[in-house]
């Protein structure tokens, strides 16, 4: 059976936070283990002042180490795999109810600004209840499952809920339509820039007039993201979003770089983890020189550098942890 933590990375690797997330604390390494049991039972003999000393070791012992070698990891009991399923079911039924409750919110808003019919709105539902059933029904530790999720026509976005709109809609309706489309797209982009200047201002300190112009930058950057999961949606942040949990925290595009660095998700069984470490490693660099160097016309050098520190210390997310798996070798 393989380890838990593998199943993490799959996951991970089609864009799904949830094996990494669920999957059971780390076994010990069996050295570990032995090592523990020996320091607990080495008797402890008294000093000359009384206060218990280690005991000697025999002569020539002291300096003896093993050549090191790869720590061997246990496999995960059954019981830790069962609790590590058990808690993908549960993220499973919370992304779930989270999808309905946002679409059902959608099709509200869809129903005040375009004044829809009550068949209109009745028809949305209807089709949000059938996407629901079929979401319900997949089994997300299944990449065949998940891959085919992802395919062009089978992603449930607010895109996809429109489409359902598109035959009955009358002319008022559809330049509501557009109108409302541009009202909600100018928020996002106006929200992802000033969390991403936010998080900017709390590790470099601006000069005058350098604030105004790294908004403006970064509202370039907030709308090429979301050109960029337009066509290829963040499939893990369907897992995440309402839960205060950030993947990708300053929108560096993590989910187009597992898929750049890794491939075809078929493949990975087998792979060598350190060479796909070192290649999301490379992706991932480039993505946050890119970023930097998208503030040098505003930013000096000293405050380029805060930012690039920064972007390497805390850029990752939770992305971090199986990147450090795979440069380990340890998800072998």
């Known amino acids: ?148 999720m992802m395919e062009p026509g089978n992603l449930l976005t607010t895109e996809a809920l429109e489409d359902q709109l598109a035959a009955s809609l009358t002319a008022e309706q559809k330049a509501a339509l557009v109108d409302f489309k541009d009202r909600e797209y100018r928020t996002k982009v106006d929200t992802a820039a000033l969390k991403s200047l936010s998080k900017l201002q709390g590790v470099v300190e601006f000069e005058e007039g350098q604030r105004d112009k790294v908004y403006e930058i970064l509202v370039g950057v907030a709308e090429q993201r979301m050109l960029a999961e337009t066509e290829k949606p963040d499939i893990a942040g369907m897992f995440t979003e309402g839960m205060g949990i950030e993947m990708d925290p300053y929108d560096l595009g993590l989910q187009q770089a597992m898929t750049e660095a890794m ?42 550098g805060q930012y690039r520190a920064e972007l390497k210390a805390k850029g990752m997310g939770l992305y971090g942890p199986m990147l450090m798996g795979l440069e380990s070798g340890q998800a072998d």
């Open 1 to 148: 059976m393989k380890n838990l933590a593998v199943v993490g990375i799959v996951m991970l690797g089609l864009g799904l936070a949830i094996g990494w997330l669920a999957k059971p604390a780390p076994v010990p390494a069996a050295e570990e283990v032995v090592v523990a049991r020996a320091v607990a039972s080495t008797p402890a003999v008294p000093s000359s002042a009384g206060a218990p000393v280690e005991a000697e070791l025999p002569p020539g012992k002291r300096a003896q180490r093993e050549p090191a070698e790869k720590k061997p990891v246990l496999q995960p009991t059954e019981a830790q795999m069962e609790q590590g399923r058990k808690m993908q079911a549960e993220m499973a039924k919370a992304m779930v109810k989270r999808q309905r409750e946002k679409f059902e919110k959608q099709i509200g808003k869809l129903t005040d600004n375009l004044h829809l019919t009550a068949d209109q709105s009745a028809g949305l539902t209807t089709w949000l209840e059938g996407q629901m059933k079929e979401l319900e029904k997949l089994d997300f530790t299944d990449g065949k499952a998940m891959s085919g």
């Open 263 to 304: 491939g075809d998700p078929s493949k990975l069984q087998g792979s060598d983890t350190k060479q796909m470490g070192k290649n999301l490693r490379q992706v991932i660099d480039q993505r946050i020189d890119a970023r930097v160097e998208q503030l040098r016309p505003v930013l000096d050098e000293k405050q380029l």
